[in-house]
């Protein structure tokens, strides 16, 4: 490791996989072996818990965050915080040879070599994947822990600069059981989806809740950011087959894998599975061929008008856009697509409304009102695709909390 490390030259930017694919033995190194820098610099995106490496901001560890989440929030407060406003397509060009976030140095998490030969980045492809046929250095922990993913994630035993032999266990993301609210989300979001759909789900118990009402769905397909834990039960109850994709027929394909041990264990050189690089997974072009294409994802609140905000409650960063903007135009563009952005319809303990008249001043817009399709709520569904403006707020403040539906509307919400 020290070895390994000490290859690492002052001022290096160095890429970070992130969600469960973070190379803890490496990030735990950089923090053990920091006086050896004065400065560096850590990209990543979504990640779920701070970094050792943020307990000590500016000395010398800086962060560049590609999707910021509550975990970046020491940095930001130390002002040794960037944030980059783009969405999961564009994090390859930012970090190619020629791209303004160029990578130096690629710390990421392989699994033991397979019969072939050949390593896996198992649950991480989609961006990493790409970082690591790019960066000019890539160290890598031979983690046995790492399941071995067909597709983009293999590499061969060259494209690894170093290796270093660690066991720890992955990080895990356990979605929690879903409740009534969830519940009602869920069934309500499933009616909207058709069989044959090719799906695409984003991170969080809402998105999952809806993975958990097609049951009687058949033939459903997956081409997205990852697989998770919810996958499974589809995969084996027969109802997500693949057999209706346009591309890729029968199989799964994704950027990554995100979940708990149990998934992990269910890709591990499971063939159904085939790993891409994010222009694939996430590419306009390639998403706007799926027929029946239907991203799901969710929202911290929804204007009037259609604007989603993804990304930020009040003062407090969430998220960034990730690839819900990606999936967003891809599913307007396929043919027999949608997008779904399903949420709860209150906050606070039911003291805000998710619904609002407008967004407030300074807070993003990850989908434009005019990509906007179907919002849902535990109280139904707003169909907005090709709906005007003048008749946007009624839809949604029929599927606002009633307690707040007198509310929100009036002629300045079509002025704005």
């Given at each position: 490791m020290t070895e390994a490390l000490a290859t690492i030259v002052d001022g290096s930017r160095l890429y970070i996989p992130s969600i469960c694919a973070v190379p803890s033995a490496l990030v735990d190194g950089l923090v053990d072996e920091r006086e050896r820098w004065t400065r560096l610099e850590l990209v990543a995106d979504y990640l779920i818990d701070p970094l050792p490496a943020f307990d000590h901001p500016g000395d010398p560890f800086w962060a560049t965050s590609l999707q910021p989440t509550a975990a970046v929030a020491a940095m930001a407060a130390a002002g040794a915080?960037?944030?980059?406003?783009?969405?999961?397509?564009q994090y390859a060009r930012l970090m190619a040879p020629a791209g303004p976030l160029a990578v130096d140095v690629a710390l990421v998490q392989v699994s033991s070599p397979g019969p072939e030969g050949r390593f896996s980045l198992g649950i991480a492809a989609g961006a990493t994947a790409d970082v690591v046929r790019s960066?000019?250095?890539v160290i890598a922990e031979v983690n046995p822990q790492m399941p071995y993913t067909f597709g983009a994630a293999e590499c061969h035993r060259d494209e690894f600069d170093l290796l270093v032999e660690v066991e720890h266990?992955?990080?895990?993301?356990?979605?929690?059981?879903?409740?009534?609210v969830a519940t009602a989300i869920g069934l309500h979001a499933a009616a909207e989806i058709a069989d044959g759909s090719v799906l695409q789900f984003g991170i969080g118990a809402i998105p999952e809740s809806v993975l958990?009402?097609?049951g009687m769905h058949t033939d459903l397909g997956l081409h997205g950011g990852m697989v998770g834990d919810a996958v499974i039960d589809l995969v084996e109850s027969g109802v997500m087959t693949g057999a209706r994709k346009s591309l890729d027929t029968g199989l799964l394909v994704a950027a990554g894998v995100i979940g708990t041990r149990r998934v992990f264990d269910w890709v591990h050189r499971n063939r159904a599975l085939l790993t891409v690089g994010s222009r694939y997974s996430h590419g306009v072009p390639v998403l706007s061929r799926l027929e029946r294409f239907c991203a799901i994802?969710?929202?911290i609140e929804v204007a009037l008008d259609g604007a989603v905000n993804a990304e930020v409650a009040g003062d407090r960063v969430v998220s960034g856009p990730?690839?819900?903007?990606d999936f967003a135009i891809g599913a307007d563009l396929a043919p027999g697509g949608c997008?779904?952005?399903?949420?709860?319809?209150t906050a606070a303990g039911g003291r805000r409304s998710r619904i609002v008249d407008r967004l407030g001043a300074g807070t993003?817009?990850?989908i434009p009102r005019y990509l906007s399709d179907r919002i849902v709520t535990e109280h139904g569904v707003a169909r907005l695709r090709d709906v005007p403006l003048e008749d946007r707020p009624a839809a949604l403040c029929a599927v606002a909390h009633p307690d707040f539906r007198s509310t929100l509307g009036g002629q300045e919400v079509l002025d704005t």
């Open positions: 915080l960037r944030r980059f406003p783009v969405s999961y397509a960066a000019a250095r266990p992955l990080l895990e993301l356990a979605v929690p059981q879903p409740d009534d958990r009402a097609l994802n969710s929202a990730g690839g819900q903007p997008s779904i952005v399903a949420l709860r319809s993003p817009t990850t």
